[in-house]
């Protein structure tokens, strides 16, 4: 387990934002939020309805462009203005509906707008498709995280809900090189299924890919996060850890029960 | 925590005895196999009520006769694959068939560049589609609605309501035949086929045609996974325009004439064999061969009614119950997606 | 996004600027020549790109100008808008119409067409009777059953002494020009049993051994052509429900080699028309008068206005058979009579 401690001076932050500012109109969703991610770790970033952890993630995968404040990747200040920008920059995003297309296949999936092409002219000039090889890498990156499926020839609807996240999931673990983004993952699935994607993201960390989860699902963040980020009023209220606080102590800061500790 | 689903991914696709097995699932789980087990058993059915049905002649005849509505439906496919409707394929056509005649009889413009404007002149109606549906955001049928009305105005205008006759022979190429154990076939036939098959090749390998199918599964994953969802849907509807214009170029072979009053019910009709064929009209779902069988339905349904002498009151209605049917096994088949 | 608005706006400038330039041209063409308080009529067509209409909407024009009145036009958009229709008799009737001539998309139009009567508006049809025919205070129509019969005379002629197969290229369920050409066909040509009231259904006879429907469309003539002849290569008699699907089964019979071999017989007269009986790809087609219709509505709203006695009634506005090949016994004009009355 590669676990981080919770403040290091020795090792720099891999992805950070420091003092975000983000206005919609009167309202202001982030009135100064900074953000740490260490390498390998999973973070989880939990608050209530509002506190504004929606808008720290789409700052920080570049669907939103922040009004005020900065984002560094490695040291080095960076601006996404798409979410092509933050993918190129190697941040993948799990979204909450999964953003498949049903009817395709997983492969396809997989592959969708980074298809592999034949070689030669078939693919230069009729940009033929490779199908046999995003198969077979699609079959190796789904082993690789130990999600079972038939084959990888089946439509994406045919699946079960945990395995239509494992294909999701699957997708930013095999393309993300820094960082993967997963939002509420567990959200629509139940029992069983919620602990096979625990299982997954357990694996994605393995791997070596630091994780950032927005969650609702306190026992599963405790089980799975390094360390805990919570959002309160737009900012970042406090880092914990599974160690250090309890389930309902966290609760109470979110809430602002308690102050920040 | 062990309660990962049933064991490791594989692959087992290539051995030859397993893809024996699954393209026999596939065929009877596959979108066209209900189009061609109906395009069968409507033959077998004329076939037994009429002799003069399953002769050569008569066959090459219904081909001959789909290929209006068959090479229109093909462009037609490809936008409703995106989720998307064309209501002006006909009155493009008719637009097509009158600048293509009327330039190279009363202008004296060689026949192969009046050809290429007229195809031009097709695409560029598709490309107005395109702009308003992507980027004015309005819906396509009612973008198509208004691009009909204008396109059937402009053929009233230009064409002065007068057929345009004598077209020049390279116009009428297509019409020509040659035989095939005795019968004879028109290149448009040809020319038909060859189209499909470069749409079903386009569609099925390539990365343009994966994502069409992609667009209209889920337009705003396609977004996110990078694609320009603006630049394709515009290609798409180009696509069928210049496509539509083919139609023009064959329509044009087989009567000889350009009929400012061509097509003009062709809107309807290449839905209807798109729907036919096994095509979604939610997007994402389908295949353009089953639009083929679907047209090949309609035409030989028409066909065979003639010859058995039934009133074509029984062609309207069987057509209708047909969609009606087409539609509901699309929709009962499918309904995973939706929940 | 600043893209599209540039898009839309634009659209609006054309459409403003379209609709602009067309109204002070047709604002133009219909002006009388007199100045003093004048008689308005009314035509409304089916639609404005069918040649019939535009023939029938000319000869409104010239009869307008020639009486000194004021004509205000209108048609559907497309066969069978019948709302564009009745807005137009509603707006009719405001502007103070003394008559209005229509030919009905379809019967929904004839409550419009009742309240326009209640306020002392002559209505008349043309072309097409509504349903029931006394909505209407009159029609100035063709025969359409009468035009079937005289090509059906003329093939009877040509005919004698020889086994007719026939084959009927009609127009599609509905309208009851389409029954009651073929009809009038059928009971011309010696077919017994048949009279004018039958308006919606097909009457038959062992001769013909094929029927097939064409919309009224080349492409679609052409089919049923094809098809006709694969069910019975010997056909040597066709029948067709206009011009364009004669045209259309001409080719058929060509390309099968049989064109010269095989008589075709159609109905209505446009110019194109008579240009295929010359060519000799059409034997023998029955004129009608679009014009006609129109003209002489015209002149019936004006004779209500000034004197305030409505006509009634059906009115027969002539059928003419035009041949290049007469036959003894079935009056018939030429093809330059045919030409010079010719619409379209």
């Known amino acids: 387990m590669s676990a981080q401690p919770e403040s290091s001076s020795t090792v720099e932050p891999l992805f950070q934002a420091l003092g975000i500012v983000k206005r919609f109109g009167h309202v202001t969703a982030l009135s100064g939020a900074d953000f740490d991610l260490y390498p390998g770790e999973v973070l989880a970033v939990i608050g209530d309805n509002g506190a504004g952890k929606s808008t720290l993630i789409k700052v920080l995968s570049g669907a939103l ?115 993967v983004i997963m939002d509420e993952p567990t959200a629509a699935l139940g029992v069983k299924e919620t602990a096979q994607v625990v299982e997954l993201i357990k694996r994605v960390r393995e791997r070596g890919l630091p994780v950032i989860l927005i969650s609702h699902d306190m026992p599963h963040v405790f089980e799975l996060a390094d360390r805990i980020h919570i959002m309160r009023l737009g900012k970042r209220a406090a880092v914990v850890t599974p160690q250090s606080h309890t389930m309902q102590e966290a609760v109470a800061i979110m809430t602002g029960a308690t102050a920040a500790a | 925590m062990s309660t990962v689903e049933s064991g490791a991914t594989t692959d087992r696709g290539d051995a030859p005895l397993e893809r024996l097995l699954q393209f026999g699932r596939a065929a009877v789980g596959n979108p066209i196999a209900g189009p061609l087990g109906a395009l069968a058993l409507a033959m077998i059915f004329f076939s037994f009520q009429s002799e003069q049905f399953l002769q050569g002649p008569n066959l090459s005849l219904i081909l001959q006769q789909t290929v209006e509505v068959g090479v229109l439906a093909i462009g037609q496919t490809l936008i409703i694959l995106t989720a998307g409707i064309d209501l002006s394929c006909g009155a493009v056509m008719a637009f097509g068939m009158i600048v293509m005649t009327k330039l190279a009889v009363h202008s004296g413009v060689p026949a192969i560049p009046a050809i290429l404007l007229g195809v031009l002149a097709c695409a560029a109606f598709g490309l107005v589609n395109g702009l308003f549906v992507t980027k004015v955001r309005l819906p396509a049928f009612i973008v198509t609605l208004g691009t009909f009305n204008i396109a059937m105005a402009l053929v009233h205008i230009y064409s002065n309501e007068e057929t345009i006759a004598n077209p020049p022979s390279a116009m009428t190429f297509f019409g020509r035949t040659f035989s095939i154990g005795g019968t004879d076939i028109t290149y448009a036939v040809v020319l038909m086929l060859a189209l499909y098959a470069l749409f079903w090749f386009v569609l099925t390998q390539t990365t343009w045609g994966n994502h069409i199918y992609a667009v209209g599964n889920n337009p705003e994953a396609t977004r996110l996974a990078g694609i320009r969802t603006d630049r394709l849907l515009i290609s798409v509807y180009v696509v069928a325009g210049a496509i539509y214009g083919l139609a023009a170029l064959l329509l044009i072979a087989r009567t000889e004439v350009g009929d400012p009053n061509a097509g003009q019910t062709d809107n309807l009709d290449s839905i209807t064999a798109v729907v036919l064929g096994g095509t979604s009209l939610f997007g994402g779902r389908g295949a353009v061969i089953g639009t083929l069988f679907g047209a090949l339905i309609v035409g030989v349904f028409r066909n065979g009614l003639v010859l058995m002498g039934v009133s074509s009151v029984y062609q309207i209605l069987i057509t209708g119950i047909l969609v009606i049917l087409a539609v509901s096994v699309d929709q009962l088949t499918h309904r995973k997606e939706r929940g | 996004m600043r893209f599209s608005r540039w898009l839309v706006s634009l659209m609006g400038v054309l459409t403003v600027s379209l609709a602009l330039l067309v109204g002070l041209s047709s604002a133009r063409s219909d002006a009388p020549a007199q100045n003093t308080a004048t008689i308005k009529v009314g035509l409304i067509t089916k639609t404005d790109t069918n040649p019939f209409f535009v023939k029938m909407k000319q000869g409104a024009q010239k009869q307008a100008r020639a009486l000194g009145v004021t004509l205000l036009t209108a048609a559907g958009k497309i066969d069978g808008d019948a709302a564009t229709q009745i807005t137009a008799i509603e707006n009719m009737v405001s502007a103070g119409v003394k008559g209005i001539l229509i030919t009905p998309s379809n019967d929904s139009v004839v409550p419009a067409i009742r309240k326009a009567r209640a306020k002392g508006v002559l209505v008349i049809a043309l072309d097409t009777p509504p349903n029931p025919a006394s909505a209407v205070d009159a029609l100035f129509a063709t025969n359409n059953f009468t035009a079937g019969v005289l090509i059906g005379k003329y093939a009877k002629v040509l005919f004698k002494g020889k086994t007719p197969k026939i084959a009927m290229l009609d127009l599609f369920p509905g309208p009851s020009v389409g029954y009651l050409r073929h009809n009038g066909f059928l009971s011309g040509f010696g077919v017994a049993g048949i009279t004018q009231k039958d308006s919606t259904k097909y009457k038959t006879s062992p001769d013909v051994v094929c029927s097939a429907d064409t919309s009224g469309d080349q492409a679609k003539g052409q089919t049923a052509m094809e098809t006709c002849l694969q069910k019975s290569p010997d056909i040597n008699l066709v029948y067709t429900i206009n011009e364009p699907a004669a045209a259309g089964a001409y080719t058929a019979l060509k390309n099968a080699g049989k064109a010269g071999k095989v008589t075709v017989v159609s109905v209505d007269g446009g110019c194109a028309g008579v240009r295929n009986v010359k060519a000799g790809v059409i034997a023998a087609t029955s004129q009608q008068y679009p014009l006609k219709m129109a003209s002489r509505g015209v002149q019936a709203v004006v004779n209500y206005a000034k004197t305030g006695k409505k006509v009634s009634g059906y009115t027969d506005t002539g059928v003419n058979l035009i041949t290049a090949k007469p036959v003894a016994g079935v009056p018939s004009k030429g093809l330059a009579f045919g030409l010079a009355n010719c619409w379209g």
């Open chain 1, 65 to 179: 462009q922040p009004d005020e404040g900065e984002i560094r990747l490695d040291g080095e200040a960076v601006t996404f203005k798409t979410p092509l920008d933050a993918r190129r920059a190697g941040i993948e995003t799990v979204y909450q509906d999964l953003a498949v297309a049903p009817a395709l296949d997983i492969a396809s999936n997989l592959f969708l707008g980074r298809e592999l092409r034949r070689g030669g002219p078939l693919g230069q000039v009729l940009r033929m498709l490779d199908k046999r090889a995003m198969r077979k890498e699609a079959t190796r990156a789904l082993a690789e995280l130990n999600i079972g499926v038939q084959s990888v020839r089946a439509a994406v609807q045919d699946l079960s809900g945990g395995q239509r996240q494992g294909v999701a999931v699957a997708r930013a673990a095999a393309w993300g090189r820094r960082v």
